[in-house]
């Protein structure tokens, strides 16, 4: 059993937790994940590392509600345990010193994932700048954080709440236009940001890292299920990535495949609205 | 006496109701069949049956027991060489091995070794007798085993014996391996026999550890280092799917045998939504693929809720590689078998999803290097099979996570893990490896063999270093 030792509600329906997972702690790196299930009938369910403690033995997990799975975690409290917790999953992000510009791009709950590897690439000695965006500015979240390893901050806003009106790639849009020489792009978020930044860099020649999340099982290279299509080659997410080159990932079929369990996500939602998040 | 030349049938549920339930097929042996089935065995000087297993179960003395209706005897006699025996005598190949050898098949059928070895299995199951943990030293050395398939658990189990302190650690939420995540419940209960011969296990004194996967939360090398382990069983199976690199694989519908089975098998999904993990399952399925592993998958599409299920292979029917009693049952549920035809495409709608799969006929042509006719397109012969969901089962290699994270463990160039045959040790000292990892994808009775084997090659390593 797996114990939540902090449980926050960062803006609705997002939340922090700190998971007990010494193990997991000691090895974790900026870009990789792990697998949880909430109880015994649960379903696997991958979330990024948002962060790690490795003397106080903790993982940072930074998850939106969307369904039945996070549904049930997020009706968890403090001093309560999750049944399985594996990881950590995936390859760790390149990072390393010299690497010059890095423009950090986190679009909504996505700017949990971006943080650890903002963070990283700071302590290396690179320049980061960030660039964090959301629809509005009530659900904007890690500001202080992004703030505190980051060279520079912009912000966007769909509604102009806050920083400039429009996506990340306005703000990506700026940097450019200010003639900011950039060496790399990474950017964390829904599949339609993640493709537009890809669209705006590519003709640039900006090398840019996408973190991706298609429906995963096992996340250990055994189901098959993560596959992508990056360049001419297939790929397991859990495996080879969930990082890879923008450039050449073919999001059309990646977001399609998200949608291919939708209905039965919808009935698995009503299904523990109406027993109950407890069971 | 005059000889029955037929096997005692095996009781099972009708084809028509099972193919819509999950619940076992095959209801096993009454006492009394067995030992009619028993008394059909010729207690033969040159036992043939039993160079045909792969561990050789002394055959005609476990059979000679259950004739004199002494079940405890007969199991012990079949547990000295063989661990999991509820499981074999459900799925191991056996007209392939100890039955293929059977005299009593010269003239009509051979004995049903695999159905009383399951008999004797479930008898002591059922008897639920109580086990005594094992007393270790003190100072006894302790092994770590990676992976709870059949080969980990049993090398586990025989080095518990021994008075060695094992861990298992397994990657999954549940331990067993394709034996929880891959053979369906309807060939192989998982809570009457899988989950307990691990429960069996950890009673004996095998500690295990589920969530815990080599190569990323400790390596090898930390295993034999700061964690204290004194020698490693690597057997972590052939679990990473293959594709064929067709176009249309990535499109909504199409699932590697893996993931569907996982999904059903593991996760419960055939219970969804009380357990949560999804299933999308179409009216018309074409499982490719041959083997145990197809028949496995397209069983449990028809018991999903599908209409049609074909099995698409492109060689022809003696080819088959799945045991000759699963081609047999799936044949009864109704499976569709499309044979000498190959994939070329999978076709999609405008959604992204899949709507056909486009094959071509083929042709056996001059044997290849495996000795099998080998399967030639007929030119123009392209066709459409109208279906909506796709599961490929062609096959499954070696998982590299933690070859990639030992250094000094060879493997070869398909990835398996270099071992010798008679030990299982690897090329880096203290670390042993077997089962599917090392031989590639094979059976259930060669991996748990594997593991014995290794258990005695690292008893005799750890009392030399002592
Ligand atoms: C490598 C990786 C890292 C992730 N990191 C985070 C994170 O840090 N914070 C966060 O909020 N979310 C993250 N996600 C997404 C998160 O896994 C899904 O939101 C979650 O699984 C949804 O489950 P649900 O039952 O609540 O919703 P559902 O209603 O089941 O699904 C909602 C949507 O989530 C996606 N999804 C559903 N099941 C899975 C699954 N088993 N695996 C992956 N995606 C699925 C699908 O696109 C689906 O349409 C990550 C996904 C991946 C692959
Ligand atoms: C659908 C299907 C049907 C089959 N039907 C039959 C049949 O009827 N008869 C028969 O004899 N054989 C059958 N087989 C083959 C048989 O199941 C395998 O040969 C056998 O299970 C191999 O045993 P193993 O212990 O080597 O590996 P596995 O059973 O694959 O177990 C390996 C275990 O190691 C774990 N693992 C992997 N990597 C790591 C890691 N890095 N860290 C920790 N743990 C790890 C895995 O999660 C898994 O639990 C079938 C196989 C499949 C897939
Ligand atoms: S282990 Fe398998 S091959 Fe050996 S006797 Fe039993 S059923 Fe036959
Ligand atoms: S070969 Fe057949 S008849 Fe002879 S001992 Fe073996 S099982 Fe009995
Ligand atoms: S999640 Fe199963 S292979 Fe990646």
């Keep these: 059993m797996f114990k939540i030792l902090k449980k926050q509600e960062l803006s609705p329906g997002i939340f922090h937790y700190d998971i007990e997972a010494p193990r997991v702690a000691k090895k974790a790196q900026a870009g990789q994940f792990i697998v949880l299930r909430v109880d015994e009938d649960g379903e696997r369910i991958p979330l990024t590392i948002a962060d790690f403690d490795r003397e106080a033995g903790t993982i940072t997990l930074i998850f939106q509600v969307v369904g039945a799975s996070t549904k049930m975690l997020a009706a968890k409290n403090e001093g309560d345990s999750i049944v399985d917790f594996a990881g950590p999953l995936g390859q760790p992000s390149e990072i390393h010193e010299n690497m010059g510009t890095i423009v950090c791009i986190g679009g909504g709950i996505g700017v949990a994932p971006v943080y650890p590897i903002a963070r990283a690439m700071h302590e290396a000695g690179n320049k980061v700048i960030s660039i964090m965006g959301a629809k509005t500015k009530d659900i904007l979240i890690f500001e202080d954080k992004m703030r505190a390893i980051s060279d520079e901050v912009l912000i966007a806003t769909d509604d102009g709440s806050y920083g400039v009106k429009g996506f990340v790639t306005t703000a990506l849009q700026q940097l450019v236009d200010r003639g900011e020489k950039i060496d790399q792009v990474t950017a964390i978020g829904p599949g339609v940001m993640m493709r537009s930044v890809v669209e705006a860099t590519r003709p640039l020649g900006i090398k840019t890292i996408v973190s991706l999340n298609p429906v995963m099982v096992d996340g250990t290279g055994m189901c098959g299920g993560c596959r992508v299509q990056v360049g001419d080659e297939m790929k397991f997410a859990c495996v080879d990535g969930p990082e890879f080159d923008g450039h050449l990932v073919d999001f059309d079929s990646l977001m399609s495949r998200s949608r291919m369990f939708r209905p039965q996500e919808a009935q698995a939602k009503d299904h523990v609205c109406n027993i109950g998040l407890g069971r | ?466």
């Design chain 2, 1 to 466: 006496m005059a000889l029955v030349m037929e096997k005692h049938k095996m009781p099972e549920q009708d084809p028509k109701v099972r193919a819509r339930n999950f619940q076992e097929v095959a209801l096993g042996y009454d006492e009394d069949t067995a030992v009619a089935e028993a008394e059909r065995c010729l207690n033969c000087k040159v036992p043939k049956c039993r160079q045909g297993c792969p561990v050789q179960v002394n055959i005609p003395a476990f059979i000679g027991k259950i004739k004199e209706r002494d079940f405890d005897a007969a199991i012990d006699i079949i547990k000295e060489s063989n661990s999991l025996p509820a499981v074999c005598g459900r799925v191991c190949p056996q007209e392939n091995q100890c039955e293929k050898h059977c005299i009593m098949g010269i003239k009509g059928e051979p004995v049903g070794i695999g159905r009383l070895e399951r008999f004797v299995a479930d008898y002591q199951l059922a008897k639920n007798e109580e086990i005594k943990p094992i007393q270790f030293a003190e100072d006894a050395q302790k092994v770590a085993v990676i992976g709870a398939g059949p080969s980990g658990l049993s090398c586990a189990g025989d080095l518990a014996k021994m008075g060695y302190k094992v861990t298992i650690f397994e990657a999954l939420h549940v331990a067993g391996g394709v034996l929880s995540y891959g053979i369906p419940e309807f060939r192989l209960p998982k809570d009457k026999i899988v989950r307990r011969e691990v429960e069996n296990l950890q009673k004996l004194g095998v500690t295990i550890e589920v969530n815990a996967i080599a190569g990323r939360l400790f390596t090898v090398d930390e295993l034999m280092g700061e964690m204290g382990f004194d020698a490693v069983y690597v057997g972590t199976g052939a679990g990473l799917p293959h594709f064929m690199h067709i176009p249309g694989e990535n499109l909504n519908g199409v699932y590697s045998s893996n993931e569907f089975l996982t999904r059903c098998n593991l996760m419960k999904a055939y219970d969804f939504p009380n357990h949560l993990t999804p299933i999308a399952i179409g009216k018309n399925v074409a499982v490719v693929g041959g083997g145990n592993v197809a028949m496995d998958a397209a069983r449990t599409s028809l018991r999903l809720g599908a209409e049609n299920v074909y099995i698409v292979y492109r060689r022809s029917e003696a080819e088959l590689p799945a045991r000759a009693e699963e081609v047999h049952h799936a044949k009864e549920e109704g499976i569709q078998f499309k044979l000498l035809n190959n994939p070329v495409e999978i076709l999609g709608d405008e959604n992204g999803w899949v709507k056909g799969l486009k094959c071509i006929k083929m042709e056996l042509g001059e044997p290849d290097a495996s000795g099998r006719r080998r399967p030639v397109a007929i030119e123009g012969s392209e066709f459409e099979l109208d279906v909506d969901t796709v599961i490929m089962a062609i096959g499954n290699g070696p998982n590299p996570i933690v070859a990639s994270t030992t250094p000094g463990m060879e493997t070869n160039k398909r990835g398996n893990i270099i071992a010798d045959e008679e030990t299982c040790a690897t090329t880096k000292e203290g670390v042993f490896a077997g089962g599917d990892i090392v031989t590639g994808a094979a059976t259930v009775i060669l991996a748990m063999g594997a593991g014995k084997k290794a258990a005695a090659a690292i008893d005799a390593y750890l009392k030399s270093k002592k």
